[in-house]
């Protein structure tokens, strides 16, 4: 796990390729670049899933559902990269008893739409509904919503720069969330 | 099935309690009439109803009421049902209102939950008077405000607010003596956290120094670990230098942290994070900018009085927890014996440094927060016990750590040799028998 984290996850980036030499962002490949993130989440492949965000990166998840910042709101999670890669580590922890036994989850994703795309393709707001079982212990859960990824392309690598995800139920009571919607 | 006074009495013993007592459902009723139906119970904070017409919709224990400013300024509380048929009254969870109307037939209320109209009021019978008190959406009886602070008795009668505050309401004191201006407001939103456990294992947690070593070592190792050369918009520093803390040594506890307790079940602990060790240190320059303006409206003497107040968690029994450091406060809400709800809020300082409120912000989320890294390992200890104790095993709980060593202490209180005693359980678990009683059973000499 901490391996994961090293920084020698991102090496100094050698110079760029030159952008014409990767296809833009298209809505084909940012649906299966959402496909490929809910795979990563639903194996509790969180190293994986953590490497997709930008150096500079936050994660958040309002309590709101017009929530217009996460600083003057509180959050049900709102991350920076710093603590992002706290959570993505903690996951991992053999001590993490909220996770013993873990959750075990299978998403969907549809709907999605590219609500923004810089005018050569390399940036994108990418909207999508989602609907995620949780399963752990005794009992299932079922979260839905909205989530808007911010991506950008570096080196022909799609990353997230951001993540926002509008649960429908984010300003109910609520038990613990450990595994990233 | 009714649970007699000398039952009650049996349940609790010198460093221990009966399982029963937190899963019992008649005791549970007991607790809803005899606790939550005559305890001072906080209700909300005077800036969620700023003007008239403003209302905030909460519980007393289980029964919704409704926190209204009326054209006269006064903060009441009523309950929120309406006396046609019973229906709830108010649906959402603030707002502002000229009147209240029920929506089935129409019968309209006062801010002060007196009737105002009755539709085919000719149809009721001759002795139906909307005059009645009884028609009315009915008032609490007591309500009094400590500093902004609503709390409600349902009680007619028994010890003024003051009184059954006693010593704590010096912890109320420093939530809002830390506002530059004076005042405090509730501001940022709310968590809503809930768990299958009884209520008072919130409070049983909240002042327990011995369990985050255990608890929360996966935030804490993971926060060790956590390299400081990744990026943080602040949000990450502030949960970091929380979780890191957490893993402090037993010997911090024992040496540094302390436990104090006063009468009707109230507690603080004290003395946990000094302003040099976390977010508010001296050369931070938040903190720097907020000791001026502090200074500049109240002086250099009064200030360093008012930062000398070092309180991490105070529980004003039974149903408030909060810390003035970053302006937290939690309701808990007992929906049934094995089921409660956490209201968690944060308070804006007014007159401090708009930074100041951004990191009580980052603070809520990182020990408050329902995907918090800390909170989470709390919520499955309450779930674990309650799953636990609905086994027919271990019939007494120990709740005696430091119970030899606790010592008398002023204004009536009694603490811990360190912060690592249980005698804030013991002293909740007396005041909950005081009350069960309905304070016939004298208060363990414990």
Sequence with gaps: ?181 | MSVGEGELVQLIEPGRVHRRVYTDPAIFDLEMARIFGTAWIYVGHESQVKNPGDYFCTRIGRKPVIMVRGPDGEVRVIHNQCAHRGAMVVALEQGNAPEFQCCYHGWTYHLDGRLKAVPLQHGYPREFDPADPKTSMLQVPRVESYRGFVFASEAPDGPDLTDSLGYMATSLDDMVDRAPDGEIEVAGGVFKHTYDGNWKLYFENLCDAAHPLFTHRSSIEAAQQQSDAAHSDGTGEIALRQMRQNGAPYSFWESQVGIWTYPNGHSFLGDYHDDAKLVAAMNDPTFRDYRGALEAKKGKARTDEVLAVRRWNSTIYPNISFMSQFQQLRVVHPIAVDRTVVHAYTFRLKGAPERMFRNAISFANTVNGTGSLVLTDDLEIYNRIGIGLASEGTEWLQVGRGFTSDVPDAHGGRRGKNSTSEVYIRNMLDAWLAYMTNGRAAQAAA
């Excluded at chain 1, 839905?144 to 990824?149: C, E």
């Design chain 1, 1 to 181: 796990m901490k391996r994961a984290l090293r920084r020698d996850r991102h090496p100094p980036k050698p110079a760029p390729a030159p952008r014409e030499k990767f296809p833009p962002l298209d809505l084909a490949r940012c649906e299966r670049f959402l496909m490929h993130e809910a795979r990563l989440l639903d194996d509790a492949r969180f190293d994986d899933w953590l490497a997709l965000f930008t150096e500079d990166a936050w994660y958040w998840i309002p309590t709101e559902p017009d929530q217009q910042s996460p600083f003057d709101t509180v959050s049900l999670i709102y991350d920076d990269r710093r603590l992002l890669e706290t959570r993505v580590r903690r996951l991992a922890s053999p001590r993490i008893y909220s996770q013993e036994p873990p959750s075990r989850t299978s998403r969907m994703i549809g709907n999605v739409t590219q609500e923004e795309t810089s005018t050569d393709g390399f940036v994108c707001t990418v909207r999508s509904k989602f609907m995620v079982l949780e399963n752990r212990r005794d009992s299932q859960r079922l979260f839905g919503g909205t989530a808007h990824h911010r991506l950008v392309q570096l080196d022909g690598k799609v990353l997230i720069a951001w993540k926002r995800v509008d649960l429908l139920n984010c300003d109910a009571p609520l038990d613990g969330i450990l595994v990233p919607l």
